[in-house]
């Protein structure tokens, strides 16, 4: 294989990795389940999208095919757990925070307002 | 029957391709399965525009390229959004109202809309879609049309 092939392959299972990191980043800053979702359906798009698309150039052909098979099922099937986490959390009678409540929930979580009296 | 032939061909380009055994013995088990799989379907009535979607195979082909570069746009968004240290959301439930007249075409909408990071249908009811939105920029409306106008031209003017 080509050293520029090598270089794309390397950058998009970087770049994926990347967007993995930023989502688990996310699940830990955003405050409640129904925003952490929108940090967790980041891993399922762009991290698991990138990280297949870069390993797709590892293989023969016929492995590159199945990879993207492999994506194809996890894009349709991760909206429909999305749908359902966010039906049993609404179900459970959690409400989602909005607006201003949800910015006041973060910032009582970084250091510099935690010594407001 | 056209539909029925249609999910056995594309049943087994799918055993062709994830066993990779192409000898006699193994193709005949392929045949054997995708033969039975489809007689199950029909007699259990599931063989409709639903189960095999083929009508909308072609106009498919402009949607998905489409759908992948707002997902890409969406996920950039999302991550500088995580990223900034101010940590800037404005979380809120929003309602689209739909314009597809099928139930396929709402089921493409909806999934179309939480596969985008950002938004994420919570549910459906009639024509009115109710989304919760990580900031309500994501879901200013005009992004939502614009998926909206795409997702019924995929639908065509049949079924």
């Known amino acids: 294989m ?3 092939l090598q270089l794309l392959s390397w950058a998009l299972i970087l770049a994926g990795a990347f ?14 389940v129904f925003t952490r979702m929108h940090a967790a359906g980041m891993t399922d798009t762009m991290g698991a999208g990138l990280i297949l698309g870069g390993l ?8 590159a095919v199945r990879l993207l098979l492999i994506l194809v099922f996890l894009w349709f099937t991760c909206p429909v757990s999305t749908h359902a986490l ?32 | 029957m056209i539909r029925a032939a249609g999910l056995w061909v594309v049943l087994f380009a799918l055993w062709l391709l994830l066993s990779g055994h192409y000898q006699p013995l193994f193709l005949t088990f ?36 489409w759908l992948v570069w707002d997902i890409l746009r969406c996920n950039v968004q999302v991550a500088r959004t995580i990223l900034s240290p101010k940590l800037r959301i404005d979380p809120a439930i929003v309602h689209f109202r739909a314009s597809q007249r099928t139930d396929l075409g709402k089921f493409v909408y909806a999934n179309s809309i939480t596969l985008t990071p950002g938004t994420v249908t919570t549910g459906i009811v009639g024509d009115d879609f109710e989304v919760h939105a990580l ?18 031209a995929l639908e065509g003017e049949a079924s």
């Open chain 2, 135 to 152: 900031s309500k920029g994501l879901a200013d409306g005009s992004e939502e049309n614009e998926m909206n106008r795409r997702v019924t």
């Open chain 1, 56 to 63: 797709c150039f590892q293989g023969d052909g016929i492995t």
């Open chain 2, 30 to 65: 392929g045949v054997a399965t995708c033969t039975l799989a489809v007689g199950v379907a029909y007699r259990m009535g599931t063989l409709d525009d639903e189960s095999a979607p083929f009508h909308l195979a072609w106009r498919a082909v402009a949607y998905v390229p």
């Open chain 1, 2 to 4: 080509g050293t520029a």
């Open chain 1, 19 to 32: 967007f993995t990191l930023v989502g688990a980043l996310g699940i830990l800053r955003l405050p409640d």
């Open chain 1, 86 to 117: 966010a039906r049993a959390a609404l179900q459970g009678g959690l409400r989602p925070l909005t607006g201003t409540a949800a910015q006041r929930d973060v910032a009582a979580q970084t250091p510099a307002s935690r010594q407001d009296p």
